[in-house]
């Protein structure tokens, strides 16, 4: 039987500001400043949530960092068998089912009232039709975009989640939102929901080896994939990746923006991030988004690796005129990543500075042509999400090579 460990993640010292956070007001990011331009500041300059983000950096997710807890008390697959079936057939399927898996599901269970089927079911419809176009921008933005923070990439960089399996994690995070974009109203037994709840377990498995790792360093970094990470991931696949679409050339109207965020917002309820803190418009996402870039810590060494690891999946282990054609695509990939975040946040990942970023000129004009026939056309958008769906979909599946993710921690697969 395994013994629970010596460190409870759930329990954390609120009162201690990790030493990587950085008063958003001596940012000189453009990108981020040009950000908060574009929302305005809040009333009272910034303190609430400044003060939020703070704490959040020290926070878990305490329902399922209970569960993680209980597991280790038991035999080794014990623990994640019940969490299954709880999962797949309901709480109410286990006899005398034990108080955290119990506390858990009640929350996951209790569908918010805010939670709107037919936003959810539009977020769906437009999330897939961009196709390669919302593959690029989860790469290049979404993921290239969370390794701006040293401190934040910590988890990754301890567990060996993308140095040695960068392009499974890719394809495990392509699969991931399409399972949620298969899901039109996220119901309960649903693809999606499943994906969500199974990458929640996995966030705070590795928040529970990480936090009883000597190594981490508490007062430097906060606790390990903390609220204030969480809610930064999010937030790179709401309100980042609409932002990045649209400079590709992409259209979305208000209702199909709205639709997204609150999507998003919902999924960040069930993968544990605290309600208080996600938003519910784009305006408040964006205000969101520009506080939490502009406390982060500067990228480091660790940052810089997982950047070249993730720049290299197009040529890695391709030989002859395709390496040619991957290292062309890398310089394009890299291109577009130094047009989402910047040039600032560029250089400090490493990210080479190619001519290629200029290539966006010349695809936008097709693009937005492409976007009005749709538009224009009887059927338009039904036939663009079909086309979006089936080109994702091959994509992904390619890179899977046929096998599924099953969200594991990287460290319990070796």
Request: hydrophobic fraction near 40%; glycine fraction near 8%.
């Amino acid at each position: 039987m395994n013994q629970p460990q010596t460190i409870d993640p759930t329990k954390s010292t609120l009162s201690i500001t990790p030493s990587r956070w950085r008063e958003p007001k001596t940012s000189r990011d453009p990108s981020l400043n040009l950000l908060l331009k574009l929302v305005g500041k809040p009333k009272d300059g910034g303190q609430a949530i400044e003060t939020r983000l703070k704490k959040a950096l020290m926070e878990g997710d305490s329902l399922a960092d209970t569960v993680v807890l209980w597991m280790h008390t038991l035999p080794t697959g014990e623990g994640r068998k019940l969490f299954e079936q709880a999962l797949e057939s309901g709480i109410q399927s286990i006899k005398s089912p034990p108080q955290p898996l119990v506390d858990l599901f009640k929350q996951l269970d209790d569908r918010p009232t805010w939670v709107d089927d037919e936003a959810l079911t539009l977020a769906c419809k437009t999330g897939l039709r961009a196709g390669l176009g919302g593959q690029l921008v989860l790469s290049c933005m979404a993921l290239m975009g969370g390794y701006r923070s040293g401190a934040a990439v910590k988890p990754l960089v301890m567990t060996g989640a993308l140095t040695s399996m960068a392009k499974r994690r890719l394809a495990e995070t392509s699969r991931f939102v399409v399972d949620l974009y298969n899901s039109p109203t996220l119901s309960r037994n649903s693809a999606g929901f499943k994906s969500a709840v199974r990458v929640r377990l996995m966030h705070a498995l590795v928040r529970h080896r990480l936090a009883n790792n000597p190594q981490w360093e508490n007062d430097a970094w906060g606790t390990p994939i903390n609220q204030a990470d969480m809610l930064g991931t999010n937030l790179l696949f709401s309100v980042a990746s609409l932002l990045g679409l649209r400079s590709l050339g992409f259209i979305y109207n208000k209702k199909e923006s709205q639709a997204t965020i609150t999507f998003w917002r919902y999924v960040g309820y069930l993968m544990g991030v605290d309600p208080d803190l996600l938003p519910k418009t784009l305006k408040e996402g964006m205000r969101t988004a520009y506080f939490i870039g502009a406390s982060q810590g500067n990228a480091d060494n660790d940052s810089r690796e997982l950047a070249e690891a993730l720049m290299e999946i197009p040529y890695k282990e391709k030989r002859g005129s395709k390496r040619w054609l991957g290292k062309m695509e890398m310089q394009f990939r890299s291109g577009l990543s130094r047009l989402f975040m910047g040039d600032s946040s560029a250089n400090e990942l490493g990210l080479p500075n190619t001519p290629l970023k200029f290539t966006t000129l010349l695809t936008m004009p097709f693009v937005l042509t492409g976007e009005m026939v749709r538009i224009l056309l009887p059927g338009g958008n039904i036939i663009a999400e079909r086309i979006g769906r089936y080109v994702v979909h091959r994509h992904v599946e390619s890179i899977l090579g046929g096998k599924l993710p099953d969200y594991v921690p990287y460290h319990e697969k070796q």
